[in-house]
């Protein structure tokens, strides 16, 4: 039996049913989870073998039936909760776009949702408009829920979506929204379907808590929701409002969160239905379904505590009860979850370049040397606030000077955690054909740590302990922090014979692509999208040097080439310059081998 280093990354943690290592020590993907027959995994170094003659690195490989089985056992979730619990409603899901708005993503969810009546959430005009199209193709129930603030062409084209036939829900973000939408219908002559916003006191704690609580950015409180059904009441348009959302943010920690949110928002929904006499049938209870990135089931900010099934039942529980409570019927159910719907789908492959041992600094402060310093920063006397000089400062500049000490220490200590794990090991620096401001830019952002493993030769041990460098010119370009605390990841040495060497960056298939920037104009990866039997459908290369020079308004013609032309002629040297400028501007600007066409061959 081979030996498996799969562990070393937790694989079986966050990968199980979909991620595995096989006999040749190549990661593999099962697009069928639990219900794979042997013989039906995917050997991703294969695909990166086919698909490296036809698209550049870096590269996202797709696989659409993980889609296709997240949203089965989504659907298989609820309604066993629903069976379960005596729930006497449906439940009917939406995908939100902005989570990961490529045609093919939203194509596939409509494709696959068919039967489950499954629509999708938009959060402004632009994605507005791709669901608009893509939802002529899905059940004519699905719902086209509209979020996001509004003006009045936002409210406009979702009249239109209405007109069109299709079932498009205006979520009201604020209560100026109404003014608007009873224009714009008045105007057009369509009647609208109308969702409020709740803005909970429900909070989650950590990174994604901003969203919720009465500090939140979106949403109405209670009493708002009120006022607008009495105002619609009066205006006798109080058959528009049919449904209440909310959202609390992403990457909900725990089922307790959950149930809370559900009940507190139930509570409004019964209000509405009772005291206000609103005909409600939908509550919309948004995303937040949580993705376990490093296998701990911790709730921490990368991972949480349960399960697709604690989560639905959580829902369908606390709904359950509070409407019974209230003899209110029960509700449709609708959720919009995203991150858990597409992160499994994606995963970046990057391509190692060289690997280098990081110099040991002689200079470099002991480790004892450090400690001290900690120490000595700490126990300084005004930090603890009897400091009479301290308190008679004004309290704002008293608090930013604590934070700037909080800072200096929290420096310290990472030296000090460097260099006590540099007194052991070698460190070395991988650098990857990568940018990590276009591929995994919540690496940078917000810390976000996704799984990270060498796609082949999991049956030999990595003995380089690695931190991954890349392509920009910038100190934030480099990733050392990895998922269970770890400040290193084990890679092989690189070894030219054995082919180019891969790391692949996993359940990476969430907002990733969105959000992506284009440092030093880097952009985009190409896209692999592979069948379930590891065939490539298709293979697109990533954003061209000329389709990023253009986004920063240059004319790649008028402004570049033409610009070029003129001085090289000058030189007489266009006839060499022109081929090296236009297979420049026509490659993606990430490293290539690229070989320079000898003058007069071509
Ligand atoms: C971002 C967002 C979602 C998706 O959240 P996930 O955490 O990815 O599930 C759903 N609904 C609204 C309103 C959002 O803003």
């Not at 919720?212 to 619609?232: D, M, Q, S, T, W």
Request: glycine share 8%; with cysteine; hydrophobic share 40%.
């Amino acid at each position: 039996m081979a030996r498996n280093y799969g562990g070393l990354y937790n694989i079986a943690r966050w990968g199980e049913p979909y991620f595995t290592v096989n006999q040749d020590g190549h990661l593999c993907v099962n697009t069928h989870g639990d219900q794979r027959e042997s013989g039906q995994e995917i050997d991703v170094l294969h695909v990166i073998q086919a698909a490296k003659d036809s698209v550049q690195f870096p590269m996202i490989l797709r696989f659409p039936g993980l889609l296709k089985h997240h949203l089965d056992s989504l659907h298989t979730a609820f309604d066993n909760a629903i069976k379960n619990t005596g729930y006497m409603a449906r439940y009917q899901g939406v995908f939100p776009v902005k989570v990961n708005q490529n045609k093919a993503i939203i194509q596939d969810f409509v494709h696959f949702g068919h039967g489950y009546n499954y629509g999708l959430e938009a959060g402004s005009k632009p994605e507005l408009l791709i669901a608009m199209s893509c939802l002529t193709k899905a059940n004519s129930k699905a719902f086209l829920v509209c979020n996001g603030y509004k003006d009045a062409e936002y409210v406009a084209l979702a009249l239109s979506a209405r007109a069109m036939g299709l079932n498009a829900i205006i979520v009201m973000e604020m209560e100026e929204e109404l003014d608007i939408i009873i224009d714009q219908s008045n105007k057009l002559g369509v009647d609208p379907v109308v969702g409020v916003r709740a803005k909970l006191l429900t909070k989650i704690p950590g990174h994604f808590g901003s969203t919720a609580g009465k500090h939140g950015k979106f949403g109405l409180p209670a009493k708002k929701i009120y006022e607008v059904a009495n105002r619609l009441r009066h205006l006798e348009k109080l058959q528009w409002l049919k449904l209440l959302h909310f959202h609390i943010g992403s990457m909900i920690p725990s089922t307790e969160i959950v149930s809370k949110a559900a009940t507190e928002a139930a509570d409004i929904y019964c209000t509405l239905v009772n005291e206000y006499g609103a005909r409600m049938d939908t509550l919309d209870c948004g995303g937040g379904l949580g993705v376990d990135y490093d296998g701990t089931r911790s709730g921490s900010d990368m991972s949480v505590a349960y399960g697709l099934e604690e989560y639905a039942s959580s829902i369908v529980q606390a709904v359950r009860v509070k409407c019974e409570d209230n003899g209110v019927d029960h509700p449709v159910l609708c959720t919009e979850s995203g991150r858990a719907m597409v992160s499994h789908h994606s995963m970046i492959i990057l391509e190692a370049l060289s690997a280098i041992p990081e110099p040991k600094d002689d200079e470099e402060t002991t480790p004892e040397e450090l400690q001290a310093m900690i120490d000595d920063l700490s126990s300084k006397k005004w930090l603890k606030g009897d400091d009479d000089a301290a308190v008679a400062k004004p309290m704002s500049s008293h608090a930013a000077e604590i934070k700037e000490h909080g800072i200096e220490i929290y420096k310290v200590a990472k030296k000090l955690a460097k260099s006590v794990m540099a007194k052991e090991t070698t460190i070395y620096n991988y650098h990857m054909n990568l940018s990590i401001f276009s591929l995994v830019p919540d690496c940078w952002g917000i810390q976000q740590l996704f799984p990270m493993m060498p796609v082949s030769r999991l049956h030999e041990r990595p003995t380089n302990m690695a931190t991954l460098i890349d392509l920009t010119c910038d100190s934030d370009g480099k990733v050392e922090k990895f998922i269970r605390g770890a400040q290193t990841l084990p890679l092989h040495p690189l070894d030219p014979k054995l082919g180019g060497y891969y790391v692949a960056v996993l359940l990476s298939g969430a907002y990733q692509e969105a959000l992506s920037s284009k440092h030093n104009l880097f952009g985009g990866p190409s896209i692999v999208r592979v069948d379930e039997s590891g065939g490539i459908v298709t293979a697109d290369l990533g954003a061209t040097t000329e389709e990023l020079i253009s986004t920063m308004r240059y004319d790649v013609n008028q402004d570049i080439l033409d610009v070029i032309h003129e001085r090289a002629e000058e030189h007489g040297v266009w006839k060499m310059v022109g081929e090296i400028v236009k297979a420049g501007l026509t490659t993606m600007p990430y490293l290539i081998e690229y070989q320079v066409p000898l003058p007069g061959t071509a």
